[in-house]
T-cell receptor, first 114, second 112 residues
Framework: AQSVTQLGSHVSVSEGALVLLRCNYS??????LFWYVQYPNQGLQLLLK??????LVKGINGFEAEFKKSETSFHLTKPSAHMSDAAEYFC????????????FGAGTTVTVRA | EAQVTQNPRYLITVTGKKLTVTCSQN?????MSWYRQDPGLGLRQIYY???????DKGDVPEGYKVSRKEKRNFPLILESPSPNQTSLYFC???????????FGSGTRLTVV
């Protein structure tokens, strides 16, 4: 079975500072990994996904994530935080193309200080 | 516009009164799924469907039913809602080729 662990339920950053959200996965097969963002009172929007191509994945809104098999990690970063990045972020894993189940971490809430 | 549509967005009901939350997608996706979101627990899968007439239990199926009579629709049925089913519910759909899910806007259910 696949699972993910997000380290830190809350992260606070200053506007313009680096955003780093940590995600570690557990999977018995090469995983598909995703980051989703949820703005207040909205559904989940896909930020980026890793599907065994390039290990550094670029997503929307300036976010990127690096797949590190040796560390079983898929951390999300953005070089310079913007006020509009305040949201909840979820890491998720899917075992393979035939594994329809997307398993989510508990989420990390990001606040951005002016 | 490609989307997953859930209705209603908000629902307050009383314990034991049957309800249905509808979900429809216009992307011809094979996979559909229901999740519930609770603080500190992330999203947990309730039921999923791989295609028409093919459904199975997720991690937290107790108290829920689903059906998939048409490819585009995947309603969630609570036969006898209880207060512990108060939650934010999301429907999602996906192609069968390993991509992520597209999510609906959510249904906030309160059972009193």
């Amino acid at each position: 079975a696949q699972s993910v662990t997000q380290l830190g339920s809350h992260v606070s950053v200053s506007e313009g500072a680096l955003v780093l959200l940590r995600c570690n996965y557990s999977s018995s097969v090469p995983p598909y990994l995703f980051w989703y963002v949820q703005y207040p009172n909205q559904g989940l929007q896909l930020l980026l996904k890793y599907t065994s191509a390039a290990t550094l994945v670029k997503g929307i809104n300036g976010f990127e994530a690096e797949f590190k098999k040796s560390e079983t990690s898929f951390h999300l970063t953005k070089p310079s935080a913007h006020m509009s990045d305040a949201a909840e972020y979820f890491c998720a894993v899917r075992g393979s193309s035939n594994d329809y189940k997307l398993s989510f971490g508990a989420g990390t809430t990001v606040t951005v200080r002016a | 516009e490609a989307q997953v549509t859930q209705n209603p967005r908000y629902l307050i009901t009383v314990t034991g009164k049957k309800l249905t939350v509808t979900c429809s997608q216009n992307m011809n996706h094979e996979y559909m799924s229901w999740y519930r979101q609770d603080p500190g627990l992330g999203l947990r899968q309730i039921y999923y469907s791989m295609n028409v007439e093919v459904t199975d239990k997720g991690d937290v199926p107790e108290g829920y039913k689903v059906s998939r009579k048409e490819k585009r629709n995947f309603p969630l049925i609570l036969e006898s809602p209880s207060p512990n089913q108060t939650s934010l519910y999301f429907c999602a759909s996906s192609l069968s080729t390993g991509g992520g899910y597209t999510f609906g806007s959510g249904t906030r259910l309160t059972v009193v």
